[in-house]
């Protein structure tokens, strides 16, 4: 084992908590931003021995990494092992001339930027504080600081969000040119407050926007986008002077590869082992000040369900999955039935064969997957 | 004993009048038990008796009062066992009919005290929980004089929780009840009024020995089975088990008979000495035949061989249970089984999920029905799938409903009635308040929910009996589903033409909600024939992703898949169609409304 390729930080803070958020975050908290980037740092010396010698990828993300006080952020990129390809996720209010100046100084090369969507009233339900036009201001700053590589978040499925309201959150990302996006659907996970608030409305509008993937797909494919994975598109390498654009890092996990996680309620998989750190700051902070491991959860990974977990994730992908490799987890009377029902598509013999969903199955991909696994 | 010291006697009443609670008192008061071994209802108490290592249950005990002997003889409490009540109310010459002087008369109470009236029984009514301050002995005892045609002065009136006047109702047996007129020099014959099942003593006759007399070590012979066998030991139960060398014309005891299964000896059957034969056996023996069925499958198809064990212990125990194995394309390897009524499925559906632990699935109850093909083969059908396609008539069991309800509910137990295909026969004042109905319905429209309609509309003031009236003719067809084209033989049912569009329009419409929506379109029709009378359709699904997947949500994910995939895995599969087992379900409980 060589070591793990893929570097994954949590920076949890962010400005405000937004309605539907449920990843591990915390609002504020300027005076604990230093303190906590010395703890990521020394959970970084304490696992070095798991990351291989240089590195593919390193992943920010939060929280609003950008909201890390500029200090701390910038010390953060030093210290970070370099990767060819260092992604850090951004609030659109975040980003100042200044800010993205700094960010390609530090070695960042490329932004995730977080716009969700471009309708005011649609943010007013996402209780998100940036206006469609602050987007845009964001993402001019970055190209002005000369990144060459910046990607969209949008969510649909919003509570309200018509049919005409996603053509013109998909119109105006196209606008931007982008060379990445990636489009959620909106989880309403139960026990937030945005699922207290908006549930009922979610189930009522369920099958009205049913088709809205379809759409979506649509859509970004005529513009000239890849539909890569279940929920990214990037541009097509022709439109793009031949690069690849997909996400190097977020590939890392669809193919299986090793990763770590530092900071607090960051998961990592190397080898044979899941772990993910306790979410709670203060235990996190104790632990490393004093030399010691975050409390974590570990969840042991024998070879099986890794296989299994490759296969699952593979499906998500635009590539064929090479059967040899996920064979054993696969339910074979269910692939032939899948295959029956047009599916799933099947190429080449028995053990270097390849199976690869087809477009109805992409659209029914989870559905599909748990029929596929034996 | 001489006979003419001897007194067998029941005590019927509706349940929860007191019956129990009196043969607990009797049994104190005549010193059968002692104070300090007195439990509650000792007669009545299984897991009492299982803790104390008795399996057999006392269904007669013997007691002494006064230099009589008394042998009180235990009834089944309900409806579906009237025939077993009936044998036991042979075995006597009076019954204490006890009435709760709060509740007044009940469905059971009347049925009850008709069966002893047709038995030629002596009745002796009497007033339970008197002391209760909300008990209106005047005017129950008009009630209770009224059913049985009595004067009110010669109702007793007694508190069986107190004991208050149990010591009267003890003398006026010896008293009012005739003593046992059979012909001991005769040709023995013995009444078999009940049977149970001991795993070590075999099958346990209870018997009132109508003529001559019994010893052990006799060879008997049941007149109507024909079934032999040798007498390892007589007795009485007094009440736990008093071996004795001989039951007399009169008495009333046990017989241990070695035999390894209930059904080869029925209740009703008479008992001769091989040796001393009878010429006639006791009139009456009937073969009770299951009246109810429904298919019984295990919710986890590895579970049928533990249904199939757990049946056959039942069935020692349970003479009346029937059952052949079933298969169904749809829930796999099971069992249809028949019963009594809808009580006795009850009670074989508990025991098996209580008493054997096992997971099951029940489909509707039906009843049976009588089919004569177009080529004139008659059939008896029991499951809907069964009936033929090409029928010339059919005909369905009906029963003989009584109901009892305050006035005020008259209208709406007519109106349920009148919705079940009921025919009204005629109604009583019991009193000034309290009105029986009699009407005639098919037991089909009973099987389903009548009983909890019949208390919902009344506010649970109502209460029912009934009594099997014999076979007739009905326009009678049988619906079909059919899901995604292939007929699901466990949703097939048996209606009446009048109703059929409008059931399998509400059945159709329930399978959609309980269907989940697969990769293509699943049709779902309901049909007559060929001729489809409902359809629904279970749309497609579009899209079924979870959008985001990265490095902390991957373990959760694949959970959620796992979780999916061993779902599935309970599913039944019709064709090509994954069906939830609650969907089986779906006919039980049709919308009301939409009948």
Same mark, same amino acid.
Not at chain 1, 11 to 20: H, N
Not at chain 2, 127 to 153: C, F, H, R, S, T
Not at chain 2, 165 to 188: H, M, T, Y
Not at chain 2, 311 to 317: G, S
């Given at each position: 084992?060589s070591?793990?390729r893929?570097?994954y930080?949590?920076?949890?803070?962010?400005?405000?908590?937004c309605?539907?958020?449920d990843?591990?975050?915390?609002v504020?908290?300027?005076?604990?931003?230093?303190?906590?980037?010395?703890?990521?740092?020394?959970e970084l010396e304490?696992?070095?021995?798991?990351?291989?010698?240089?590195l593919?990828?390193?992943f920010?993300?939060?929280?609003?990494?950008?909201?890390l006080?500029?200090q701390s952020?910038?010390?953060?990129?030093d210290?970070l092992?370099?990767?060819?390809?260092?992604?850090?996720e951004?609030?659109?209010?975040t980003?100042?001339?200044?800010?993205?100046?700094?960010?390609?100084?530090?070695?960042?090369?490329?932004?995730?930027?977080?716009?969700?969507?471009?309708?005011?009233?649609?943010?007013?339900v996402?209780?998100?504080r940036?206006?469609p036009?602050?987007?845009?201001?964001?993402?001019?700053?970055?190209?002005?600081?000369?990144f060459?590589?910046?990607?969209?978040?949008l969510?649909?499925?919003?509570p309200?969000?018509?049919?005409?309201?996603?053509?013109?959150d998909?119109e105006a990302?196209?606008?931007?040119?982008?060379?990445?996006?990636?489009l959620?659907?909106?989880e309403?996970?139960?026990?937030t407050?945005?699922?207290?608030?908006h549930g009922?409305?979610?189930?009522?509008?369920?099958?009205a926007?049913e088709?809205?993937?379809?759409r979506v797909?649509?859509?970004?494919?005529s513009?000239g986008?890849r539909?890569?994975e279940?929920?990214?598109?990037?541009?097509?390498?022709?439109?793009a002077?031949?690069?690849d654009?997909?996400?190097?890092?977020?590939?890392?996990y669809w193919q299986?590869?090793?990763?770590?996680?530092l900071?607090?309620?960051a998961v990592?998989?190397?080898a044979?082992?899941?772990?993910?750190?306790?979410p709670?700051l203060?235990?996190?902070?104790d632990a490393?000040?004093?030399?010691?491991?975050?409390?974590?959860?570990?969840?042991?990974?024998?070879?099986?369900?890794?296989?299994?977990?490759r296969?699952l994730?593979?499906?998500?992908?635009d590539?064929?999955?090479?059967?040899?490799?996920?064979?054993?987890?696969?339910?074979?009377?269910?692939?032939a039935?899948?295959?029956?029902?047009?599916?799933?598509?099947?190429?080449?013999e028995?053990g270097?064969g390849?199976?690869?969903?087809?477009?109805?199955?992409?659209?029914?991909?989870?559905?599909?997957?748990?029929?596929?696994?034996a | 004993?001489p006979?003419?010291r001897?007194?067998n006697?029941?005590?019927?009443?509706?349940i929860?009048?007191g019956?129990?609670?009196?043969?607990?008192?009797?049994?104190?008061?005549?010193?059968?038990v002692?104070?300090?071994?007195?439990?509650?209802q000792?007669?009545d108490?299984?897991?009492?008796e299982?803790?104390?290592?008795?399996?057999i249950?006392?269904?007669?005990?013997?007691?002494?009062w006064?230099?009589?002997?008394?042998?009180?003889?235990?009834t089944?409490?309900?409806v579906?066992?009237?025939?077993?009540?009936?044998r036991?109310?042979?075995?006597?010459?009076?019954?204490v009919?006890v009435v709760?002087?709060?509740?007044?008369?009940?469905?059971?109470?009347?049925?009850?005290?008709?069966?002893?009236?047709?038995?030629?029984l002596?009745?002796?009514?009497?007033l339970?929980?008197?002391?209760?301050p909300?008990?209106?002995?005047?005017a129950?005892?008009m009630?209770?004089?009224e059913?049985?045609?009595?004067?009110?002065?010669?109702?007793?009136?007694?508190?069986a929780?107190?004991?208050?006047?149990?010591?009267?109702?003890?003398?006026?047996?010896?008293?009012r009840?005739?003593?046992?007129s059979g012909?001991?020099?005769?040709?023995?014959r013995a009444?078999?009024?009940d049977?149970?099942?001991?795993q070590?003593?075999? $099958?346990?006759a209870?018997?009132?020995?109508?003529?001559?007399?019994?010893?052990?070590?006799?060879r008997?012979?049941?007149?109507?089975?024909?079934?032999r066998?040798?007498?390892?030991e007589l007795g009485?139960f007094?009440?736990?088990m008093?071996p004795?060398?001989s039951?007399?014309a009169?008495?009333?005891?046990?017989v241990i008979t070695?035999?390894?299964?209930?059904?080869?000896?029925?209740?009703?059957d008479?008992l001769t000495?091989?040796?001393?034969?009878?010429?006639?056996?006791v009139?009456?023996?009937?073969?009770?035949k299951?009246?109810?069925?429904a298919?019984?499958?295990? %919710?986890?198809?590895d579970?049928?061989?533990?249904?199939r064990?757990?049946?056959?212990?039942l069935k020692?125990n349970?003479?009346a249970l029937?059952?052949?194995?079933?298969?169904?394309?749809?829930?796999?390897?099971?069992f249809?089984?028949?019963?009594l009524?809808?009580?006795h499925?009850e009670? $074989?559906?508990?025991?098996?999920?209580?008493?054997?632990?096992?997971?099951?699935?029940v489909?509707?109850?039906n009843?049976?029905?009588?089919a004569? %093909?177009?080529?004139?083969e008659?059939?008896e059908?029991?499951?809907?799938?069964d009936?033929?396609d090409?029928?010339?008539?059919?005909?369905?069991?009906y029963?003989?409903?009584?109901?009892?309800?305050?006035?005020e509910?008259v209208?709406?137990?007519?109106?349920?009635?009148n919705?079940?295909?009921?025919?009204?026969?005629h109604m009583?004042?019991?009193?000034?308040e309290?009105?029986v109905?009699?009407?005639?319905?098919?037991?089909a429209?009973?099987?389903?929910?009548?009983?909890?309609?019949?208390?919902?509309?009344?506010?649970?003031?109502?209460?029912?009996?009934?009594d099997l009236?014999g076979?007739?003719e009905?326009?009678?067809?049988?619906?079909?589903?059919?899901?995604a084209?292939e007929p699901?033989?466990?949703l097939?049912?048996?209606?009446?033409?009048d109703s059929?569009y409008?059931r399998?329009?509400?059945?159709v419409?329930?399978?959609?909600?309980?269907i989940?929506?697969?990769f293509?379109?699943?049709?779902?029709?309901?049909?007559?024939?060929?001729?489809?009378?409902a359809?629904?359709?279970?749309?497609?699904k579009?899209k079924d992703?979870?959008a985001?997947?990265?490095?902390?949500?991957?373990?959760r994910?694949?959970?959620?898949l796992?979780k999916?995939?061993?779902?599935k895995?309970?599913?039944k599969?019709?064709?090509a169609?994954? $069906?939830?087992?609650?969907?089986?379900?779906?006919?039980?409980?049709?919308?009301?409304?939409k009948?």
């Amino acid at each position: 084992m060589s070591g793990a390729r893929h570097l994954y930080v949590h920076l949890p803070f962010c400005a405000y908590r937004c309605g539907y958020c449920d990843f591990v975050t915390l609002v504020g908290r300027r005076g604990q931003h230093a303190a906590y980037t010395d703890a990521v740092l020394a959970e970084l010396e304490l696992e070095r021995p798991l990351l291989a010698g240089e590195l593919d990828t390193v992943f920010l993300g939060g929280g609003t990494p950008t909201f890390l006080e500029a200090q701390s952020l910038a010390r953060l990129l030093d210290v970070l092992p370099a990767a060819e390809e260092l992604t850090i996720e951004a609030n659109p209010e975040t980003i100042t001339p200044e800010l993205a100046r700094c960010l390609r100084l530090h070695g960042v090369t490329r932004v995730s930027l977080g716009a969700q969507s471009f309708q005011p009233h649609l943010l007013e339900v996402l209780e998100r504080r940036a206006t469609p036009d602050a987007v845009r201001r964001a993402f001019y700053h970055l190209r002005d600081a000369s990144f060459d590589n910046i990607s969209l978040d949008l969510i649909y499925g919003i509570p309200g969000q018509s049919a005409a309201d996603l053509e013109r959150d998909l119109e105006a990302a196209i606008a931007l040119e982008p060379e990445h996006l990636s489009l959620y659907e909106l989880e309403a996970k139960p026990g937030t407050r945005f699922t207290h608030a908006h549930g009922a409305e979610l189930s009522r509008q369920a099958e009205a926007m049913e088709h809205y993937l379809e759409r979506v797909v649509h859509v970004l494919r005529s513009a000239g986008y890849r539909w890569y994975e279940t929920a990214n598109f990037c541009l097509e390498p022709g439109r793009a002077g031949g690069r690849d654009l997909r996400s190097r890092h977020n590939l890392a996990y669809w193919q299986g590869r090793d990763y770590l996680g530092l900071g607090i309620g960051a998961v990592s998989t190397i080898a044979d082992r899941r772990w993910r750190n306790a979410p709670r700051l203060r235990p996190y902070l104790d632990a490393l000040a004093a030399g010691r491991r975050p409390p974590r959860e570990v969840e042991p990974l024998p070879p099986d369900v890794r296989v299994r977990e490759r296969a699952l994730l593979g499906l998500r992908l635009d590539l064929p999955l090479a059967l040899g490799s996920v064979d054993s987890a696969l339910d074979h009377d269910a692939l032939a039935r899948m295959q029956a029902l047009a599916l799933v598509e099947r190429r080449g013999e028995n053990g270097s064969g390849t199976i690869a969903l087809t477009e109805r199955g992409r659209f029914l991909g989870d559905a599909v997957a748990a029929e596929l696994i034996a | 004993m001489p006979q003419d010291r001897v007194r067998n006697f029941s005590i019927i009443a509706h349940i929860d009048h007191g019956k129990s609670t009196l043969a607990d008192r009797i049994l104190e008061l005549t010193e059968t038990v002692s104070g300090r071994e007195m439990r509650e209802q000792v007669l009545d108490s299984m897991e009492l008796e299982r803790e104390r290592g008795i399996t057999i249950k006392a269904q007669a005990v013997r007691v002494n009062w006064k230099g009589h002997q008394l042998n009180l003889i235990d009834t089944p409490g309900h409806v579906d066992f009237t025939y077993e009540v009936s044998r036991s109310l042979q075995a006597c010459e009076g019954a204490v009919l006890v009435v709760d002087a709060a509740q007044g008369v009940e469905a059971q109470t009347v049925a009850n005290a008709y069966l002893a009236i047709e038995n030629d029984l002596e009745l002796l009514p009497v007033l339970n929980k008197i002391d209760l301050p909300q008990a209106n002995p005047d005017a129950v005892a008009m009630e209770v004089a009224e059913l049985i045609g009595d004067d009110p002065e010669n109702v007793r009136r007694i508190s069986a929780k107190t004991g208050e006047g149990v010591a009267d109702v003890l003398d006026a047996i010896i008293e009012r009840f005739p003593a046992p007129s059979g012909n001991v020099e005769a040709p023995a014959r013995a009444l078999v009024f009940d049977s149970s099942y001991d795993q070590y003593r075999g $099958v346990v006759a209870f018997v009132r020995v109508v003529d001559g007399s019994f010893r052990p070590r006799e060879r008997l012979r049941a007149m109507a089975q024909g079934t032999r066998f040798e007498a390892e030991e007589l007795g009485f139960f007094a009440p736990t088990m008093a071996p004795a060398e001989s039951l007399e014309a009169g008495e009333v005891g046990y017989v241990i008979t070695g035999l390894k299964d209930v059904s080869r000896l029925r209740v009703g059957d008479t008992l001769t000495v091989e040796a001393r034969a009878a010429a006639e056996p006791v009139p009456g023996y009937k073969d009770v035949k299951p009246m109810v069925f429904a298919g019984l499958f295990p %919710t986890d198809s590895d579970d049928y061989p533990e249904l199939r064990d757990a049946l056959d212990k039942l069935k020692l125990n349970d003479a009346a249970l029937v059952y052949e194995p079933e298969t169904s394309q749809a829930l796999g390897f099971g069992f249809r089984c028949g019963f009594l009524g809808l009580l006795h499925m009850e009670i $074989v559906r508990e025991r098996l999920e209580r008493e054997f632990d096992l997971d099951l699935l029940v489909t509707a109850p039906n009843v049976a029905y009588i089919a004569t %093909t177009k080529s004139g083969e008659v059939l008896e059908v029991h499951s809907p799938a069964d009936m033929p396609d090409e029928i010339e008539r059919v005909e369905e069991p009906y029963i003989k409903a009584s109901v009892i309800v305050p006035k005020e509910y008259v209208g709406a137990v007519m109106e349920l009635c009148n919705e079940r295909r009921g025919r009204f026969d005629h109604m009583e004042y019991l009193s000034e308040e309290r009105v029986v109905l009699i009407y005639e319905l098919p037991l089909a429209e009973i099987v389903l929910d009548y009983y909890d309609q019949l208390k919902s509309r009344t506010r649970g003031y109502a209460s029912f009996d009934y009594d099997l009236a014999g076979y007739r003719e009905g326009e009678l067809v049988r619906v079909d589903v059919l899901i995604a084209g292939e007929p699901v033989d466990a949703l097939s049912l048996v209606v009446h033409r009048d109703s059929a569009y409008a059931r399998g329009r509400a059945l159709v419409d329930r399978l959609r909600e309980e269907i989940p929506r697969q990769f293509f379109d699943v049709p779902i029709q309901a049909a007559i024939g060929s001729r489809i009378i409902a359809r629904e359709t279970v749309k497609a699904k579009r899209k079924d992703v979870l959008a985001k997947c990265y490095g902390g949500d991957i373990t959760r994910k694949r959970k959620l898949l796992e979780k999916q995939k061993a779902g599935k895995k309970r599913m039944k599969q019709v064709g090509a169609v994954e $069906v939830p087992q609650e969907a089986f379900l779906a006919v039980l409980n049709l919308d009301e409304a939409k009948r």
